[in-house]
């Protein structure tokens, strides 16, 4: 058998974001569009807020009147009107009056300040309009005022093009009078399980059959990248079935995963039927576990054939396809954050690909960060990454069975943290 050329991460990734562009735009609604990124600059229509108004309940008030307010010789004013939230005064409030105000209401021609209701003393009808308070600081003009456009103005961007929307900006937008935004499109992936010994969760396997958990966790995870997955139909190891189950996907779909039949097996058919059917870019990856990793173009839409172990299923998808798919829906950083941790015990390098230790990192009393790897690093696990957090990293170059020691600093990549985090 020839040797197999295995190519490195990077160049891997490289390959499937040079290949895969970036999807057609659709309008949405607000809340659908959370988390996912603008498509153009959104703008307002209004100045935001449309008027000054008041920070807080309080008193509106010309504040050259409070200039000799004091403890011992306060400033009585009275209170000529009240002006809630949604209302407004319609006249100018003259010097020597003022108007109880509430949090959100418009300030009154005349007025520049407001008082906030808690240090000012009533005096006549609990402050309330034809009482009397009095006042025993000074105030200065744009106490406690909002101010028109203070957020945004008319036509000034809220949220750019490439931005990705946030709860927040939802309310930015509903306040610029868009209740409908233009984002990239979520990609449709269709995910298709590979083996004639899988059977279906419900199914009780008979001896030599295993239940097939890859397409749910291949699919959650498409989830988890923003895509809309797609699960089809076990297909068993059978060419002919194979290719005309991705030739029925690519139709539909906007990427296609497969898991199992990736290797150069008897019975591993994903990346005969790739170069058959269209164009194969790659097989094999410096990585482990995943070191089996088919991906091409068959009539234009990229197929990814990932291996049948769930753990290189995992990994494969976490440091491949997952980023592709991200960048077919406008995303600008592919990175997970990394950070540097010591291990927690030794770990031996079986081969002298690039090791991804499935792991948990922890802070330490001290305030250090320790990982700790899984204890099972078998690539036939889903549990360690279910109960783990991170990819702890042994990179490539380090010989073969060479041991790694407890406390040497490593590399680890966030699995619970999205790309473009600040850690």
């Not at 057609?24 to 229509?45: C, F, H, M, W, Y």
């Not at 240090?119 to 600081?137: K, M, P, Q």
């Not at 172990?309 to 829906?329: D, H, I, S, T």
């Amino acid at each position: 058998m020839a040797k197999q050329e295995l190519i490195p991460v990077e160049q891997a990734r490289a390959l499937l974001l040079d290949t895969v562009n970036t999807l057609e735009t659709e309008k949405v609604p607000l809340i659908e569009a959370l988390g996912r990124i603008s498509a153009k600059n959104q703008t307002s229509d209004i100045d935001i807020s449309p008027f000054d108004h008041s920070a807080m309940d309080g008193f509106a008030v010309v504040a050259s009147d409070l200039a000799n307010a004091t403890p011992e010789t306060p400033i009585e004013l009275p209170v000529i009107d009240e002006i809630p939230a949604g209302a407004y005064y319609d006249k100018v409030l003259q010097p020597g009056t003022c108007v109880r105000i509430m949090t959100g209401a418009p300030i009154p021609d005349g007025a520049n300040a407001v008082v906030k209701y808690e240090i000012v003393t009533n005096l006549e009808n609990d402050g309330r309009a034809s009482g009397r308070v009095a006042f025993s600081t000074p105030a200065s003009a744009g106490d406690n005022i909002r101010q028109k456009g203070e957020e945004i103005a008319a036509g000034e961007v809220a949220i750019k093009a490439g931005e990705p929307l946030s709860p927040a900006g939802a309310g930015l937008l509903a306040s610029c009078g868009l209740s409908q935004v233009e984002v990239y499109r979520r990609p449709r992936v269709a995910v298709i399980p590979i083996g004639s010994e899988l059977v279906e969760p419900d199914a009780l396997p008979l001896p030599g059959q295993i239940r097939d958990g890859n397409s749910y966790a291949i699919g959650a995870s498409v989830v988890r990248a923003g895509g809309i997955p797609h699960l089809h139909s076990i297909v068993p190891d059978d060419k002919d079935m194979l290719a005309a189950a991705v030739l029925e996907a690519v139709e539909e779909s906007d990427f296609v995963v497969t898991s199992g039949g990736a290797s150069n097996g008897d019975f591993d058919y994903i990346q005969q039927v790739v170069k058959e059917q269209g164009e194969l870019f790659m097989d094999f990856v410096n990585m482990r576990p995943g070191k089996a990793q088919t991906f091409g173009l068959v009539k234009n839409t990229p197929v990814f054939g990932l291996s049948g172990n769930p753990a290189a299923a995992y990994c494969g998808f976490e440091m491949l396809v997952r980023p592709a798919l991200r960048k077919m829906q406008g995303y600008a950083t592919f990175d997970r954050p990394r950070v540097w941790a010591r291990l927690s015990r030794d770990m031996k390098k079986k081969d002298s690909r690039r090791i991804y230790l499935r792991s948990t990192l922890e802070r330490l009393d001290d305030g250090s960060l320790q990982v700790r790897p899984a204890k099972s690093q078998s690539s036939g696990l889903f549990s360690p990454f279910q109960s783990g957090n991170c990819l702890a990293i042994l990179p490539e170059g380090v010989p073969a069975s060479k041991k790694v020691e407890a406390g040497t600093l490593v590399e680890c990549l966030l699995l619970d943290v999205d790309e473009g985090v600040v850690i």
